[in-house]
């Protein structure tokens, strides 16, 4: 064997074994992520899972110690410190919802709302529909404030149920 089929044979193996470890680092860093990803879902199901959330988050755990993927309780205050936002499509869908709700929206009622749709089993971000029922479900019988809208409407069925003798 010459000396130049020597060095191509040489060259070739390093691209190869350079190859695998470049496959190998991106599988990795896949893994990484999906584990970021169930960490955030353990963490607070509502918040956003967009890559660039999840790379930032990766890139402070790189800087930091003290913290394990395959343990998600050690990934949290990570998490908690990313002040990650609520997830979009959640987002809109219960901003629809409560657009065409009877009651006025505000930040405790939305955690109830959520709880609330996440005990019933609340699966689709973009069925709006649903969480439309909860929040009009759990302002009646939890007393929440109406739109004006909505007060004008009840009082005018009032009158006209007393009207009526209904």
């Not at 499509?89 to 955690?111: I, M, T």
């Not at 529909?129 to 004008?152: C, E």
Request: aromatic share 10%; hydrophobic share 40%; net charge negative.
């Amino acid at each position: 064997m010459s000396d130049e089929e020597f060095a191509t044979q040489k060259y070739r193996r390093a691209d190869s074994v350079a190859a695998r470890r470049a496959a190998t680092a991106v599988e990795q860093e896949a893994w990484n992520k999906e584990r970021i990803v169930e960490a955030i879902n353990d963490f607070d199901w509502t918040r956003s899972k967009a890559d660039a959330f999840v790379s930032q988050i990766w890139e402070a755990l790189q800087k930091g110690r003290g913290w394990r993927l395959d343990k998600s309780t050690t990934i949290f205050p990570y998490i908690e410190r990313s002040k990650l936002p609520m997830d979009r499509d959640l987002e809109q869908s219960l901003r629809d919802a409560w657009s065409r709700s009877s009651f006025l929206r505000c930040v405790a009622f939305d955690k109830e709302v959520l709880n609330t749709a996440s005990a019933e089993g609340f699966i689709d971000f973009h069925d709006s529909n649903f969480l439309l029922g909860v929040i009009q479900r759990l302002g009646k019988d939890n007393g929440w404030t109406m739109t004006s809208d909505a007060a004008k409407a009840a009082e005018r069925q009032r009158w006209i149920e007393n009207i009526l003798g209904v």
